[in-house]
């Protein structure tokens, strides 16, 4: 039985009426909120401290193409290899969706074993490694990085997750981690499974992800598998253009030196307001 299929029956309509994404026409809105944008350097310092000017930055980033886009005007079909990205775009938004955790758990990196447990979590073990960057392709470091996830049965830790798939005590599910000095992370996690979302709505298998870089603004996206047929159909990826899906879809086609499927995902956040060297002298006393 391929992964997709894992959970046939699983409940839509109870699922979704929970609190989904709210009126129709704005899915696509959201989905495709994305645009490019001037290249500013910036590094990542602390996290939650968007300035004014980004925020404001970040709402003229719903442009006329992409609302046109997210009403469905430019809608095509979803490719998965082959379409060239132009250089460090900015990665697209995807909503978080009704499962933010609220975990108080572990948060390293490792998310398919919780310390003390005697088992490794269910599913097929991979890791994923990238580099946080802004639009000019320079490396934005010291960022946070929030990643979650269902498990290998489709289920999210989370109480407003009504899909009767089990829990699994060994998997971690969510993950706060800090990115190196030059951007880049990794972490180790288990293949999630697709699950129900509205109606005949199956959400292909898919990381979400949530970048926190205080002087840019900060990027919330979903990393999807090449290969899975639900790519095809799914609503949050429909609206988005071929150079922005593609740059969500990873191929696990690397492996580490223990035997690892290993993919890399790069985000790209947009533009910030880059601080003088003064300031970022004093800032990053402050950071210690
Ligand atoms: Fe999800």
Known sequence: MSPWEANPAVLAEDRLLASFFGPWPLIGVLGSAVSKTRPVAGRCLRRGSMNKMSRSAARRRLSRRSMLSGLGVAAASVATAGVARAACSVTAYQIDGPFFPYTTGEQDWDMTHIAGGADRAAGEVIEVVGKIQDANCRPVGDCVLEIWQANVHGRYDHPKDGNPAPLDPNFQGYARIVTDKDGSYRFRTIRPAPYAAIGDWYRPAHIHFKVHPPLNPGVTTQMYFTGDPLLESDLLLKPLSEEERAGLIVAFDAETADGIKQ??????????????????????????
């Not at 993919?263 to 210690?288: A, K, S």
């Open 263 to 288: 993919g890399t995902f790069n985000l790209q956040v947009p533009e910030g307001w880059m601080p003088p060297p003064e300031l970022m002298d004093i800032i990053r006393q402050q950071q210690g």
